[in-house]
C-alpha cells in the first residue's frame, strides 16, 4: 500500500391491498430499481398515493418516501427502516405554499427559505394543528422539520402524487446513508417495492437542520448550509449545545442519536495510515485505499463520503480507518456523521 490512491411489483389499484400490508412486521416485497423517468415517476406516485413508500433521490442522499398525512404509510417507513418511533422524519415539499401549509413561519424561517429552497436545509417549524400531518411524522413534537429538496425528482414525485413526503434516509435505521440506488438495494432489498435511480447524488451528506426562533438559530444538525451561511442569512447567532440532542437528551430532529450512519466494523479516526487489517479512507495525498479527495476539497469528500463507507465495510479488512478532516464549513458535517459512525 506504498501508493497513493484517487479517486417490482405493479398495483392493482386496491388501496386497502397496501395499507392493510403494513400491519405485517417487516413484509417482503420484490424490490426494483427504476430509471427515473416519466413512466417509473407514474408508478412511484402510484405507489405513494396506495400508502407505499418508495426510494427516491435527493441532492442529499436517497431518501424513503411516503404520503406525511397517511399514519398507515408513515409507519410503512418506520417498519422497513427498523427505525425508532421517537425519532422523527424530515417533511419534503414542492413549493413555499405547501410549506405554510403544514408549519407556521417567522421572519426568520422566511429569510432561511428565501436564501437556502430549494437545497439542503431543513427547518424546524411549529406545526399547524390544520397541518393534516399524521402525528407520527412529528413523533408527538409540537413541530415538524420541512424542506423544500433541490433534486427535480423528488420534488417531481411530490407534485405527481399530490403529497407532502416524509422521506428519512432509504436505508436501515443507523447504517450508512445512501447515495446510490445499488446502497438503497443493498440495505432495504425486499422492504419496498421501487427505488428510482438517478444516479449519485451531489451533495453526499444529509441535509443542516435548523430550529429559527425569535433571537437566535438552533443548528440541530450540521450539513451543507453551515452556521456561518445561517448567521449571514438572518443576522441572528447560531448555537449548537446539549440542547441539539447530541448527549441523548430530548431527539428534536433526525440525525441527533448518538450513534448513527455507522457500517458494520469498527471506525476509527484520524488515521494517519493503515493499521493491520484495516481499509484506510484518505483525504488529501497520503498511502490510503480510497481516497475522498486526493486535491483535498471539502465538498468533494463530503460527496464520496458515505460511498467510500460503503465500499469500506464491504471490503475483506476487519476494520475501517478514517483520515483526519479539517472541522470546517462542510467539514463540520462530515466530521459529525463520522463521530457517530464510529459512536
Known amino acids: 500500500m506504498s501508493s497513493f490512491c484517487s479517486n417490482g411489483l405493479l398495483l392493482d389499484g386496491k388501496r386497502g391491498l397496501y395499507r392493510g400490508a403494513v400491519t405485517i412486521p417487516n413484509p417482503v416485497f420484490s424490490t426494483r430499481i427504476s430509471r427515473y423517468g416519466s413512466e417509473a415517476l407514474r408508478e412511484a406516485a402510484l405507489l405513494i398515493r396506495a400508502g407505499e413508500p418508495v426510494a427516491v433521490p435527493t441532492e442529499t442522499v436517497y431518501g424513503l418516501a411516503a404520503d406525511a398525512t397517511d399514519s398507515h404509510a408513515v409507519a410503512a417507513i418506520y417498519s422497513a427502516k427498523g427505525r425508532p418511533s421517537f425519532n422523527p422524519l424530515i417533511v419534503h415539499v414542492a413549493d413555499k405554499e405547501m410549506a405554510e401549509r403544514l408549519a407556521e413561519f417567522s421572519a426568520a424561517a422566511d429569510r432561511l427559505a428565501a436564501r437556502f429552497w430549494p437545497g439542503a436545509l431543513t427547518l424546524v417549524l411549529p406545526v399547524r394543528a390544520d397541518s393534516g400531518l399524521s402525528s407520527l411524522v412529528t413523533a408527538g413534537l409540537p413541530t415538524v422539520a420541512l424542506r423544500l429538496p433541490a ?6 414525485l411530490i407534485r405527481e402524487s399530490g403529497r407532502p413526503l416524509a422521506a428519512p434516509s432509504a436505508n436501515r435505521s443507523g447504517s450508512i446513508s445512501p447515495t446510490r440506488a445499488e446502497h438503497v438495494l443493498s440495505s432495504l432489498n425486499g422492504k419496498v417495492r421501487l427505488i428510482l435511480d438517478e444516479g449519485p447524488t451531489s451533495e453526499g451528506v444529509e441535509s443542516t437542520i435548523a430550529a429559527p426562533e425569535e433571537n437566535r438559530i438552533r443548528l440541530l444538525r450540521p450539513g451543507p448550509v453551515t452556521a456561518a451561511m445561517l448567521e449571514a442569512a438572518t443576522g441572528l447567532p447560531v448555537v449548537t449545545g446539549p440542547e441539539s440532542g447530541a ?3 430530548k431527539i428534536e430532529a433526525p440525525g441527533q442519536l448518538e450513534s448513527h450512519y455507522a457500517p458494520s466494523k469498527p471506525v476509527r479516526l484520524n488515521a494517519l495510515k493503515a493499521e493491520k487489517d484495516e481499509y484506510l479512507i484518505g483525504f488529501g495525498l497520503m498511502p490510503c485505499h480510497m481516497n475522498l479527495s486526493p486535491d483535498a476539497d471539502i ?13 469500506a465495510d464491504a471490503s475483506a479488512a ?4 478514517v483520515a483526519p478532516i479539517p472541522d470546517e464549513g462542510i467539514g463540520i458535517a462530515i466530521n459529525d456523521r463520522l463521530r457517530r459512525a464510529a459512536a
Open 299 to 311: 465538498r468533494e469528500a463530503a460527496a464520496n463520503l458515505f460511498a467510500a463507507l460503503h465500499i
Open 247 to 249: 448527549d441523548g437528551t
Open 151 to 156: 433534486h427535480p425528482a423528488m420534488r417531481a
Open 318 to 321: 476487519e476494520r475501517i480507518a
